[in-house]
């Protein structure tokens, strides 16, 4: 949120807006000898919170500002937190005087509150994803559980309270998405920005060559993970190459900072533009094997789609996989892929992008509608202090005006 503050008052439009208040100002200055400056600030102040509230709710909304990456790793332990009830006691304040003698006092009160019950895995990234009862019992099942005693203050009920906690004795690879701020879809005019003719990836969507971005699903226990593999040519099964590439990403997600997928096509070298414009690059963390491929299932070329600086990760990765067969060669593939992502792949920072920061702006019609709703806001304070001027002396009493 920090960001697209910078953001927003790095903008043009949202200093502009403070044309109006100053204008206003200056007419009822000169037209109203009672104008005085803190009814100034209460204009300002208005045009202040409203243009900042609407330009910043504009841009996370209307703009590729606000993006998701998918952070690799595994589960470490499921838990199971039981309901528990706490006792609060706590001091209320209430009127105990009389109408001419007005005073408050205070009495000791007491009040239950009810904690209900939650379920929740955590992953080697310490982060937690919430689960429902019957995932948490899959995983129960599957690898049994213990219960651990939690000391609780003000606890009133009895024989709850406590946590079961299972411990996975297999590794259940992880992808938690987290939102970052994109600078580089979200500018206007970059360098960075491939021109793909919107025609040829609509084309693309409907003749089914050209998938969108990976899907995130869950497993029984509510594990989440990603559709890493992507094949638009059906010439294998997907399953074991999923399983292998989940472990390559939880191996190298958190030291790499990277996120392994896999995308299939039988079409020619020109994909790799297409792809890049329909997933708008990818996201920061993505390293993308694109793996061109015969009827026989033999490689014919291969790409990539990757933030980095490493210009010899992104020439290795188009040389080396050509007469590998992606029906017999998977392991060969993979460990390729791997090896390039162990020793070659470095993530760009998004901070190398920041210097796109005033590039980005919201469409001109979101910029009117915000202007036209200042205009009709000031107009409505404008009336409020002319009404006070003409009908009385209660406004300019209140904030000193004698």
């Not at 000169?30 to 409203?50: D, P, S």
């Not at 989440?224 to 590439?245: A, H, Q």
């Not at 404008?382 to 006070?388: A, C, I, K, P, V």
């Amino acid at each position: 949120m920090v960001e697209i503050f910078y953001i927003v008052v790095a903008n043009v439009g949202f200093w502009f807006n403070f044309i109006i208040p100053i204008a206003t100002s200056l007419y009822l200055l000169a037209t109203h000898g009672e104008y005085i400056l803190k009814e100034f600030g209460i204009q300002v102040l208005a045009t202040l919170t409203y243009v900042t509230i609407a330009f910043m709710l504009l841009f996370s909304t209307t703009t590729d500002l606000r993006d998701t990456e998918y952070w690799n790793g595994q589960v470490t332990k499921f838990e199971y937190y039981e309901e528990w009830t706490e006792r609060v006691d706590y001091t209320e304040s209430y009127s105990c005087g009389t109408t001419k003698s007005p005073k408050t006092c205070t009495r000791q009160k007491t009040r239950y509150d009810y904690h209900s019950p939650y379920w929740q895995l955590t992953t080697s990234n310490k982060e937690t994803v919430s689960l429902s009862r019957s995932e948490y019992r899959q995983a129960r099942a599957k690898f049994g559980d213990k219960e651990v005693n939690v000391s609780r203050m003000n606890q009133s009920s009895f024989g709850d309270g406590d946590k079961y906690v299972s411990y996975p004795n297999i590794i259940i690879p992880t992808a938690v998405p987290h939102g970052y701020t994109n600078f580089v879809t979200a500018a206007k005019n970059t360098v960075i920005k491939q021109e793909v003719s919107p025609a040829d990836i609509a084309y693309g969507i409907k003749e089914k060559t050209l998938k969108s971005y990976p899907a995130p699903y869950e497993n029984g226990m509510g594990v989440p993970n990603l559709v890493r593999v992507i094949d638009t040519t059906n010439s294998f099964g997907t399953i074991e190459w999923l399983k292998d590439l989940n472990n390559m990403a939880n191996k190298y997600g958190k030291t790499k900072q990277v996120n392994p997928i896999i995308y299939v096509t039988n079409s020619d070298r020109t994909f790799k533009a297409l792809l890049d414009a329909h997933w708008k690059k990818a996201k920061k963390n993505d390293a993308v094997l694109i793996l061109g491929i015969q009827d026989s299932g033999e490689i014919s070329w291969s790409d990539t789609i990757a933030w980095t600086n490493n210009t010899d990760f992104i020439v290795d990765m188009g040389h080396g996989f050509e007469g590998l067969n992606v029906k017999t060669d998977r392991k060969k593939i993979l460990a390729r892929f791997e090896n390039l992502i162990q020793t070659q792949y470095k993530r760009k920072p998004m901070e190398e992008f920041a210097y796109l920061k005033e590039n980005i702006t919201l469409e001109w019609y979101w910029q009117l509608l915000i202007l036209v709703g200042n205009i009709v806001m000031s107009f409505f304070i404008t009336r409020y202090f002319l009404g006070n001027y003409n009908g009385s002396s209660r406004f300019r009493n209140r904030f000193g005006r004698r």
